[in-house]
């Protein structure tokens, strides 16, 4: 696997961040999704097992991933227009896997860029971050959360309290990991590093709270798939939370959706289960 970097203005600023490429052949861009815990290495472990028939590239988005990140304001405008720029410099791929809240970026995208891909795979989906997901849409609260957390002194401890690895766990055994234990040891360790470094808690508390949300509806979030163009393949566990699932089975329900549903995992089937996730992809990404 190589490592390069990008190098992408936004805000006037220059934000660099990393790309892995590995394999040979079509061209599939893997984007992670969008987390406290989440980098471009949530993607390794497909892109070695679809790396034998594809060149596969993962990358991280700007606000998140390993490298320091740059304190501002994220919005859905900054991340599209970094999918953009991305799309622009890896070349036109013959498929994308998103996985989590990258995919509402993609859909977006492809619904404005006729022919920018072949293929789009969808693993477990999402389009509304946690907290409007669980209060069952946005609140002025939600805001004032983003607003206090950006702040120079108070931020960090609010946001310091909001990551603690009891926290962590518990939120993952919920909603993310079908083996509450998956997040331990080595694992645990590299996640708090995506945590804890510099600037993480403007990317975090944006996609928390919903600042990161590109749609605003469910219905508008379907519009989306059903006016990309192009062949779409959810892929979306069994163990999924309720909440989640409702949004991922509505997607499912449109025309011209491939479905697979596998027998175990939640929000990160992609992580945890990469060999049930690849399997799935193949004969979707190969035709």
């Known amino acids: 696997m190589m490592t390069r970097e990008l190098r992408w203005s936004w805000q006037d600023r220059e934000i660099v961040l990393a790309l892995d490429e590995a394999g040979s052949g079509p061209l599939l861009l893997l984007l992670p999704a969008l987390s406290s815990i989440s980098t471009r290495a949530e993607m390794h472990p497909l892109m070695q097992r679809l790396a034998a028939q594809f060149r596969v590239v993962a990358l991280d988005w700007p606000g998140f991933g390993t490298a320091p990140r740059p304190a501002l304001r994220w919005n859905p ?11 622009a410099e890896v070349g036109r791929p013959h498929g994308i896997i998103a996985a989590g809240h990258a995919a509402t970026y993609v859909l977006h995208h492809a619904a404005r860029n006729s022919g920018c891909t072949d293929r789009i795979a969808l ?3 999402t389009w509304r971050g946690p907290l409007p997901t669980m209060a069952g849409g946005d609140r002025p609260l939600f805001a ?10 108070l931020g960090p401890l609010l946001y310091r309290l909001n990551v603690s690895s009891f926290v962590v ?4 055994a919920g909603h993310v990991y079908s083996d509450p234990a998956w997040l331990s040891g080595k694992h645990l360790l590299d996640k708090r590093r995506v ?8 990317g975090s508390v ?3 709270t919903g600042g990161l949300d590109r749609v605003t509806s469910r219905a508008e979030f379907l519009r989306l798939a059903a006016g990309t163009g192009v062949p779409i393949g959810l892929v979306l566990g069994a163990e999924t939370p309720s909440r ?10 449109l025309p011209g959706i491939e479905t ?10 992609h992580e945890e289960f990469p060999d049930d996730v690849a399997a799935a992809l193949r004969p979707f990404l190969a035709s």
Do not use: C, H, N
Request: proline share 3%; charged share 25%; glycine share 6%.
């Open 195 to 202: 945590m804890d470094g510099k600037g993480a808690r403007f």
């Open 123 to 125: 693993v477990a989906p």
């Open 244 to 253: 989640s699932r409702s949004e991922m089975e509505a997607l499912a329900s």
């Open 144 to 153: 004032s959360i983003r607003r206090l957390v950006e702040l120079p002194v």
């Open 77 to 87: 405008d900054a991340l599209s227009a970094f999918l953009g720029y991305a799309l």
């Open 260 to 269: 697979i549903r596998l027998a175990r995992g939640k929000l990160a089937v």
């Open 206 to 208: 944006a996609f928390v």
């Open 169 to 172: 766990r518990r939120m993952v």
